[in-house]
């Protein structure tokens, strides 16, 4: 039996192991020596790579409807403060992560400049005209927003209307407006583009895979795992809520891969069969853990994914963060500098691994250098909330 009040070890678990793979698949050692599976695919298709994000988002809506539920889904002043301004907190971190990157890249390029402390610090700190906008935290916070108002003003019967109308328009817009084209003539490159600013996206074709009409799709993605999260609230006994669960990632894994034929799955313009696919893929795994973990009690494996589990968007945070620091952070290495992350990878790893197989392992102890982050917390009990 499970109860609104009862946590759920294998959502955790679920969250924990998409998390790290966001790490894992962030953090290469050389972006040029990167395993097929641990990329993401160039345009249509899917790999591995590209069903973290997605699980996540899923993962969100659920925990979104747990979290609302103990307010009854109803509308306060308070609640809706909380709504806004957790949403902005993720968006600003975001936003920060992106100024940081580009912080350390300009200062590293004025190293050898003859300029002056005060005007290098001043040009590195000063990109706000160029900075990138949009994100993952940044889709995260606006997806997050969108559903958690929707759940507290809207019926909830009349939730997968919205998700229906929301991904068949999204269709339309995308049949309409040359939307599988990768290059500037998308419809989406197009606003981004005239909203946003060149200068403001990232580099990809004119494509912001976090682009703002992209984000329509995001929200019905959330939305999808808020139903989910209905479902488990709703029903009370474990093997119920199983099977529903693989119903539910069946149909919409089928479904996905179906109308892949007129409509691709594509992440970076979040197609509606993208959403279906990986929405019904993340289901269904969801419902395999449960099976494994709370209804079978084998639980021994999972720790290491549990201490992702607790501190997710902290734990994503601080690696995103050391990650920028590891890749800038230089000294003097013969007569050249050299970053620590260059170092570790070049000099450490890759004579004596290879290309490949070095950079895997620069990612994997990345992942594992996190994980003593946050195992620390994890077990002082410590949960961040972001």
């Not at 949009?134 to 009349?158: D, E, S, W």
């Not at 984000?215 to 529903?244: M, S």
Request: glycine letters at 8%; a positive charge; aromatic letters at 12%.
């Amino acid at each position: 039996m499970t109860s609104t009040n009862h946590r759920l070890l294998s959502l955790d678990i679920l969250r924990g192991i998409t998390i790290a793979g966001m790490i894992l698949v962030n953090n290469p050692g050389s972006w040029g020596s990167v395993y097929a599976p641990l990329a993401h695919v160039p345009w249509n298709g899917l790999t591995p790579t590209d069903l973290v994000f997605p699980f996540f988002m899923f993962i969100m809506g659920i925990s979104t409807c747990i979290s609302l539920e103990k307010h009854h889904y109803a509308w306060s002043r308070a609640i809706a403060w909380k709504i806004v301004r957790r949403t902005l907190v993720i968006f600003a971190i975001g936003l920060g992560i992106a100024w940081l990157t580009m912080f350390c890249s300009i200062w590293n390029a004025l190293a050898e400049g003859d300029i002056s402390l005060w005007s290098r610090l001043g040009q590195s700190c000063w990109t706000f005209d160029r900075i990138r906008i949009l994100g993952v935290l940044q889709r995260l916070a606006l997806a997050y927003c969108a559903t958690a108002l929707v759940a507290i003003l809207m019926k909830h019967r009349h939730i997968p209307k919205l998700i229906g109308g929301l991904l068949l328009g999204y269709t339309g817009l995308l049949l309409l407006g040359n939307g599988f084209a990768y290059d500037e003539t998308n419809i989406l490159s197009v606003v981004d583009r005239a909203v946003l600013g060149v200068q403001h996206m990232y580099r990809d074709n004119g494509i912001e895979p976090e682009g703002l009409l992209s984000t329509i799709p995001a929200i019905a993605h959330v939305l999808i795992g808020f139903c989910c999260g209905k479902l488990l609230i709703e029903t009370k006994d474990i093997h119920t809520q199983i099977q529903r669960l693989f119903l539910i990632g069946t149909a919409l894994t089928f479904a996905g891969f179906l109308l892949n034929y007129g409509c691709p799955i594509n992440k970076k313009v979040w197609s509606p069969t993208f959403v279906l696919a990986t929405c019904g893929m993340a289901s269904s795994l969801l419902a395999l853990l449960m099976w494994v973990i709370d209804m079978k009690g084998k639980k021994t494996w999972c720790k290491f994914f549990e201490v992702f589990g607790i501190n997710p968007l902290f734990l994503y945070v601080a690696a995103a963060v050391l990650s920028v620091l590891l890749g800038h952070i230089r000294f003097a290495f013969g007569e050249a500098t050299i970053s620590v992350q260059r170092y570790i990878y070049s000099q450490l790893l890759q004579p004596l691994l290879g290309d490949y197989l070095g950079s895997v392992a620069y990612a994997l102890l990345f992942v594992l250098l996190v994980w003593g982050m946050g195992y620390t917390l994890y077990k002082k009990r410590i949960c961040i909330k972001i």
